[in-house]
């Protein structure tokens, strides 16, 4: 290990010893998150990144749209590579919005396209141009034509922004905000009930996500 050979060095003094947390941290993890939602009340699931938690979102809500025949994926603003990776390596076919605020083309195409629209993926604020859509009227969009949305925070956090009475899932990686060391991997997914309150869909993403815990 790299901190074997700084020891043996002389450049480290003695090992560095890891504080272990003796109370359940998944608990301790839960609450605090669960914490900023208030009176929210969201489902929340840990991942063993933030990225395993964008895609099994994806993944489960694509597995119940194509049954519907639903397979389009629009992508709102210039997101984080990954994210757009995602997209590109996994969907049939997307439309790109690469203006998050253009709420204007996202009404057209939805007004033409609806009905093979399997969900929108956005981010908040788009890494890295740091764009926020106006969410009150991106919701009265998508309830109107009935469309998941998906939106990463992980720029920002849940500690700082609250847009959960706006979306369907919320994903972030907790290695930004909840550590800031980067020393930690792990990301949530945040499902708000009240929008998307499908079993199926809660069981999906379970089973999707990748966690040691």
């Known amino acids: 290990m790299a901190e074997d050979f700084l020891l043996k060095k002389g450049i480290l003094q003695e090992i560095f010893r890891e504080k272990v947390e003796k109370d359940n941290p998944v608990d301790k993890i839960l609450s605090t998150l669960?914490?900023?939602?208030?009176?929210?009340n969201p489902e929340i699931l840990l991942s063993a990144s933030g990225m395993n938690g964008v895609y099994s979102a994806f993944e489960s809500l694509s597995l119940i749209q194509q049954k519907k025949g639903k397979t389009i994926w629009v992508r709102l603003g210039w997101l984080y590579v990954d994210n757009i990776r995602i997209l590109e390596k996994y969907t049939e076919s997307s439309y790109v919005i690469h203006n998050a605020t253009d709420l204007?083309?996202?009404e057209i195409f939805l007004k033409q396209n609806s009905e093979q629209v399997a969900g929108i993926i956005t981010e908040c604020p788009t890494n890295p141009l740091l764009l926020v859509p106006d969410y009150e009227k991106?919701?009265?969009i998508v309830d109107h034509y009935k469309i998941p949305l998906i939106v990463d925070i992980s720029v920002a956090g849940s500690a700082i922004i609250n847009i959960l009475p706006y979306v369907?899932?919320?994903?972030e990686s907790l290695t930004k905000f909840a550590c800031g060391n980067g020393d930690l991997m792990m990301g949530a997914v945040i499902l708000n009930k009240i929008q998307i309150g499908s079993p199926k869909f809660f069981r999906y993403v379970k089973n999707g996500l990748k966690t040691i815990f």
């Not at 669960?34 to 929210?40: E, T, V």
């Not at 369907?168 to 994903?171: E, F, Q, R, S, T």
């Open 34 to 40: 669960s914490s900023f939602y208030g009176d929210l």
């Open 104 to 106: 204007e083309e996202l």
């Open 138 to 140: 991106l919701k009265s």
């Open 168 to 171: 369907d899932v919320i994903v």
